[in-house]
C-alpha cells in the first residue's frame, strides 16, 4: 500500500547543476501534479499531466520540465538549478481530477547552492 | 480565477476547547472545497472535502466543516481540540467550470494550529 513515492527524499545542488526527481504512484489515477511548498506562500502547481503521455504549465513553470512516458510515473526536471529554486516540492495524484481528493507524496527538499 | 485564502497564520486554542481555522474562496462558478492536514516533515493528507449536497461535512479525526454560500467561506472546526490536532492546515478549492478537471487545487497559504496542554 505504498501510494505515492518521491525519491529523493533531500538533495543539495549547486547552482547550474541538473536533477530529475522522481514520482511513482499504485493506485492506477490518471492525474498527476508536482507542486513546491515555500514558507508563507502555500503549494503552487508547477506541471501537471492528465494521463499517459500528456503534461501542462502550471502556475510556475519556468525552469522546470516534465514527463509521463508511463502512467505511474511522472518525472520533475530541473535542467539548471539557481537557489530560487530551494524548495520542498511534492508530488501528488488523483482518480478523477475534478471532485477527488488528492494523495500526496512524502516530499522532497532541495536545496540549491 | 480560482483562489482562497486563510486569513489566520497561526491559531491558538486550549486543549479540550472547540477549534475553528478559516477559509474563503472565490471562483466563477461552483466551488470544490478541500482540506488538508501537513505535520512536521510529512506530505499532506485529506481531511474531507465539499463537492454538493449538505452544507456541513464530517471528515477524519473528528474534524468537520461548514461550507456558506453566501459568505464564500469553508472553515474547518472540531467540537474539542487535541495536542496531537497541532499542524499545518490547509484549504484548497477549484471551480467546477473549469474545462478538462485536470488543472490542479488552488492552495490557501496554511495555517499553523497550536494546541497548548
Known amino acids: 500500500n505504498a501510494g505515492v513515492t518521491q525519491t529523493p527524499k533531500f538533495r543539495v545542488l549547486k547552482t547550474g547543476q541538473s536533477m530529475t526527481l522522481l514520482c511513482a504512484q499504485d493506485?492506477?489515477?490518471?492525474?498527476m501534479y508536482w507542486y513546491r511548498q515555500d514558507p508563507g506562500m502555500g503549494l503552487r502547481l508547477i506541471h501537471y499531466?492528465?494521463?499517459?503521455?500528456?503534461?501542462a504549465k502550471g502556475e510556475v513553470p519556468d525552469g522546470y520540465n516534465v514527463s509521463r512516458l508511463k502512467k505511474q510515473n511522472f518525472l520533475l526536471g530541473l535542467e539548471s538549478a539557481a537557489p530560487s529554486q530551494t524548495s520542498v516540492y511534492f508530488c501528488a495524484s488523483s482518480y478523477s481530477g475534478q471532485r477527488d481528493g488528492y494523495t500526496f507524496g512524502s516530499g522532497t527538499r532541495l536545496t540549491v547552492v | 480565477a480560482q483562489s482562497v485564502a486563510q486569513p489566520e497564520d497561526q491559531v491558538n486554542v486550549a486543549e479540550g476547547n472547540p477549534l475553528t481555522v478559516k477559509c474563503t474562496y472565490s471562483?466563477?462558478?461552483?466551488?470544490?472545497l478541500f482540506w488538508y492536514v501537513q505535520y512536521p516533515n510529512r506530505g499532506l493528507q485529506f481531511l474531507l472535502k465539499y463537492i454538493t449536497g449538505d452544507n456541513l461535512v464530517k471528515g477524519s479525526y473528528g474534524f468537520e466543516a461548514e461550507f456558506n454560500k453566501s459568505q464564500t467561506s469553508f472553515h474547518l472546526k472540531k467540537p474539542s481540540a487535541l495536542v496531537s490536532d497541532s499542524a499545518l492546515y490547509f484549504c484548497a478549492v477549484r471551480d467546477s467550470r473549469r474545462g478538462g478537471g485536470a488543472d490542479g487545487l488552488t492552495f490557501g497559504k496554511g495555517t499553523h494550529l497550536i494546541i497548548q496542554p
Open positions: 493506485m492506477n489515477h490518471e492525474y
Open positions: 499531466s492528465v494521463g499517459e503521455g500528456t503534461t
Open positions: 471562483v466563477s462558478g461552483n466551488p470544490y
